[in-house]
């Protein structure tokens, strides 16, 4: 796997932390950043999110995909990305919203995804 490359993911302006994680057991395959954020605990919380979405989305017989999940809070953007070539990987990435561009952010984080190897 490519842990190495979360690191890319540090250029992003308003950058906190990322992880790489697998929806299915919630197991963090690697992180960059976080700083008094723990990624162990924002992986498993995400996990739940990617986790309803995919349900809720099955309940809805919507046959299409996630392309990216967007949480908004006060302070900070969090961004959930499933990693297209590994089904049941996702990115996320932890951005301080008054630091960040989100459009910016959105698109190298796509090209991380699509980097990726796992």
């Not at 950058?15 to 197991?27: I, K, R």
């Not at 961004?79 to 990987?89: E, F, N, S, T």
């Amino acid at each position: 796997m490519s842990v190495a490359k979360l690191k890319d993911l540090k250029e992003i302006d308003g950058f906190v932390g990322a992880c790489l994680v697998d929806s299915e057991s919630g197991m963090v395959y690697g992180t960059e950043g976080g700083g008094n954020l723990d990624l162990e605990v924002a992986a498993a919380g995400n996990t739940e999110v990617v986790r309803a979405k995919r349900k809720t989305m099955a309940a809805l017989d919507l046959e299409d995909d996630i392309e990216d999940i967007l949480i908004s809070l006060g302070t900070q953007y969090h961004i959930i990305r499933p990693v297209a070539k590994h089904d049941g990987v996702f990115v996320y990435v932890d951005l301080d919203r008054d630091k960040s561009n989100l459009a910016l952010a959105r698109l190298k984080i796509k090209k991380f995804e699509s980097e990726v190897k796992i």
